[in-house]
């Protein structure tokens, strides 16, 4: 891996253990059920997301991948739009993993397409098998 880094060379992994991804990848295309779901550099798709914790409230203007409840006490994780209330939540930076695997459990979230995946050509639509 560290020879072809040196070439530039690509490399195509395919795999269903999230965390041999974290480490090796620079750029990330995750495709579930035949759509892509997220595409770009992992850093900048890590970035976008936060998990939120706090009490029970309104998550607008951030959209939604996955939260659950547990009485009064709210955990989210979100694609932020714009600014978070960090008086109002307590706000981490999720894993890689964390983030696959809400994208997998939460198939109504919209795709995201970071910058580099929109400069690359790559498309939110449906992709042939």
Do not use: N
């Not at 993993?97 to 939110?124: I, K, Q, V």
């Amino acid at each position: 891996m560290a020879e072809t880094a040196e070439h530039g060379t690509t490399i195509v992994m395919s795999s269903h253990i999230l965390t041999e991804l974290e480490g090796a990848c620079d750029y990330l295309l995750f495709v579930d059920g035949g759509r892509v779901r997220l595409g770009g550099e992992a850093e900048d798709i890590v970035s976008a997301h936060v998990l939120l914790t706090g009490q029970a409230r309104d998550l607008a203007p951030h959209t939604v991948v996955e939260s659950r409840a547990t009485g009064r006490q709210l955990t989210a994780l979100v694609r932020k739009e714009g600014p978070v209330d960090t008086a109002a939540w307590a706000v981490t930076q999720p894993t890689l993993e964390e983030l696959l695997l809400a994208h997998l459990r939460s198939p109504e979230a919209p795709p995201l397409l970071t910058p580099s995946a929109a400069a690359a050509g790559t498309r939110a639509e449906a992709v042939s098998a």
